[in-house]
């Protein structure tokens, strides 16, 4: 099915930004999986390296010396998301970056539409796919921006420990600031607890705060009221570590690990879920 040339028809493709700034809390980690394990269903997944440390790309395999287009030049000249994906199989392709991606953020400051460009970039040639899965930069500057602006679902990443939460309202402020300023449809969709270990009792509460946190935001017309936090919690499992030195999915990889079955449920749950509900 194509995609009108002009206009992202959002009902035929889900765009979910993987976003915390925080560093190291399993953004690319998840990216990857989650989209190994949609494009396993058959579902057409579009993966988008926002972040300048490119390491999306390196875990699916891509050499900065083989990347010609990336999210650099998509962001600042004008190249189309066409042009820029490289296809990984049937179902999974990527945008990937290189390191220039850094110098993005000082080069168009001073731009018209600065913060819009990545979804521009879509509105050029029709592009199809179920599912455009962002991985963010651990930061707040004009790269995450860009990828919330091409996002309907924000998904938050979190570790359950003591300094989860730290953060948190900066995270929200941002993704509230760009639903009143930049794209109306964003909403934060889910909260994923990642490098989970369920015996630690700062483990419990942690997880009961985010849940009474996402629970006091009902029927409020904040960009979380939707917001749920998934069943699914991804295990901490070596082999998820692992796993980008060997350029492979946790499928691929180690296809009888826990890494394997969680993102396995985890894809499951995303396809049942009705966005933004
Ligand atoms: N469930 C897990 N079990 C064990 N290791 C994990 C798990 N999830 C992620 N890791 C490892 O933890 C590190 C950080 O994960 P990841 O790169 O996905 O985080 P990130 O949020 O993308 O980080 P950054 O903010 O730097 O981009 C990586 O080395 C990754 O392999
Ligand atoms: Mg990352």
Redo the contacts with the bound molecule.
């Keep these: 099915m194509e995609i009108p040339a002009s206009g992202i028809d959002f009902h035929l493709m889900r765009s979910i930004a993987l976003f915390?700034q925080k560093?190291?809390?399993?953004?690319?980690?998840?990216a990857v999986n989650l989209g190994a394990a949609l494009a396993d269903e058959k579902k057409r997944v579009i993966l988008i390296d926002m972040?300048p440390?490119g390491?999306l790309s390196f875990h699916l395999g891509l050499e900065p010396s083989n990347i010609h287009h990336s999210t650099y030049q998509v962001l600042t000249q004008g190249v189309s998301i066409k042009q820029a994906l490289h296809p990984l199989s049937d179902y999974l392709s990527v945008v990937p970056a290189v390191s220039d991606l850094a110098g993005a953020e000082v080069e168009l400051v001073n731009e018209s539409r600065r913060e819009h460009r990545l979804a521009d970039a879509w509105k050029q040639e029709s592009v199809t796919a179920d599912f455009i899965i962002i991985d963010c930069?651990?930061s707040l500057g004009l790269l995450t921006l860009n990828s919330l602006c091409l996002a309907t679902e924000v998904m938050i990443?979190l570790q359950a420990h003591f300094l989860a939460l730290q953060g948190m309202a900066r995270l929200l402020e941002t993704c509230s600031l760009v639903k009143d300023r930049l794209n109306q449809k964003l909403a934060i969709s889910a909260i994923l607890f990642?490098?989970y270990e369920s015996a630690p009792r700062l483990t419990g509460e942690v997880t009961e705060e985010v849940e009474n946190f996402i629970e006091s935001a009902r029927g409020s017309d904040t960009p979380w009221a939707h917001a749920r936090v998934l069943q699914t919690r991804?295990?901490?499992?070596?082999k998820?570590?692992e796993a980008?030195s060997y350029s492979q999915s946790i499928f691929a990889y180690a296809p009888n690990s826990a890494?394997s079955a969680d993102y396995g449920v985890l894809a499951q749950e995303i396809l049942e879920m009705k966005p933004g509900r």
């Design positions: 915390n560093g190291g809390v399993g953004k690319t980690t998840t972040d440390q390491n930069p651990p990443p990642c490098q991804i295990r901490r499992n070596i998820l570590a980008p890494g």
